[in-house]
C-alpha cells in the first residue's frame, strides 16, 4: 500500500503561517535577490490568503499579485503595509563585524590650507 504525502505547498503554506517562521524565510531570501524575496513574499502572502493580504495592506488584490510578482517593483510603502498584513516588518541589522583601517589616523598636514587658497585662485582665474 502506497503512503499518502503531502504536497510540498499544502506544507509550505502551513508552515509560512507561523510569524517566527515567515520571518525567517523572507529573511533569508533577501540575501538572494529582489525577485527571490519578492516570490518568497507572495509566497507567505498565499499562506496568508492573498484577498485578507490585500485588505489588511490596504491595497486592490490585483496590485497586491503584481507587487509581489517575479518582475514586480514594489515601493518600500508597499513592502511595508504587506510586511505588516504579515505581523512582521523590516528591521536593520549589523551584517559582519566592521574592519579596523590598518592606517593611523594622521592629522591634517599644514599644507592643506595652502592648497585650498591656491585652488581658489586658480577658480578666480578661469
Known amino acids: 500500500m502506497r503512503k499518502k504525502t503531502e504536497s510540498y505547498k499544502d506544507y509550505l503554506n502551513e508552515a509560512l ?24 513574499m507572495r ?22 499579485y503584481k507587487a509581489l510578482s ?11 503595509k504587506i510586511l505588516g498584513a504579515f505581523g512582521l516588518k523590516f528591521a536593520i541589522v549589523q551584517a559582519d563585524a566592521p574592519r579596523k583601517s590598518t592606517k593611523h589616523s594622521r592629522k ?8 585650498r587658497v591656491a585652488l581658489r585662485a586658480r577658480r578666480k582665474l578661469a
Not at 70 to 80: C, D, I, R, S
Open 108 to 115: 591634517p598636514s599644514r599644507r592643506t590650507p595652502r592648497v
Open 70 to 80: 517575479a518582475n514586480g517593483n514594489p515601493h518600500y510603502e508597499t513592502l511595508k
Open 43 to 64: 509566497d507567505v502572502a498565499d499562506a496568508h490568503l492573498m484577498s485578507r493580504v490585500a485588505a489588511g495592506a490596504a491595497l486592490n488584490r490585483v496590485s497586491l
Open 17 to 40: 503561517q507561523d510569524s517566527k517562521l515567515a520571518a525567517s524565510y523572507l529573511s533569508a531570501a533577501s540575501d538572494d535577490s529582489l525577485e527571490i524575496f519578492l516570490v518568497a
